[in-house]
C-alpha cells in the first residue's frame, strides 16, 4: 500500500504541547556528479513532543525562512504529514518514520500580534 499524501496527523492528540528546541539538520541538494551543493532542499527542527513524551525531529522545505524562536517557545505546525521509508534487508525491511509539515509557526502569534497593534485606550476619570 501506498499513501501518496502520507499520514495526515491530528496535532493536539498526536503531538500535545510542541516546544521548539533547536535546528537539527540542513539537508543539501546534490549535484550531477554526486558531491553535496550549497542548495538546501531542507531544514529538520528538534521539537519537544509533550503528547509523545519525547524530541521529535520534523522537517520544513527550505524555501521556508530558517527558524529562530526561543528555546522552549510553544510552536505549532502547519500541515503536518507522517511517512515512512523503507530499506530492503535478508529479513525484509527496515522502516523509518519521519515527519514533515509546511511551517512551523509560534503558537500565539496570532495573540502577540493583535495585542501589540492596540492603542491604549484613554481612561475617563469621571470628573
Known sequence: ???AEGIVID???TFGVLKFSALRR????NNEDGTVSDEIKERTYDLKSRGQGCMIQVSI???VPLKEFDYNAEVE???PVADTVATATFRGADVDWYIKADDIVLKNKQAISH?????????????
Do not use: D, F, T
Not at 115 to 127: D, L, S
Open 77 to 79: 505546525l502547519v500541515n
Open 26 to 29: 540542513e539537508v543539501h541538494i
Open 115 to 127: 495585542v501589540k497593534n492596540q492603542q491604549p485606550q484613554p481612561q475617563n476619570k469621571g470628573k
Open 1 to 3: 500500500m501506498r499513501l
Open 61 to 63: 522545505p527550505a524555501a
Open 11 to 13: 496535532k493536539e492528540k
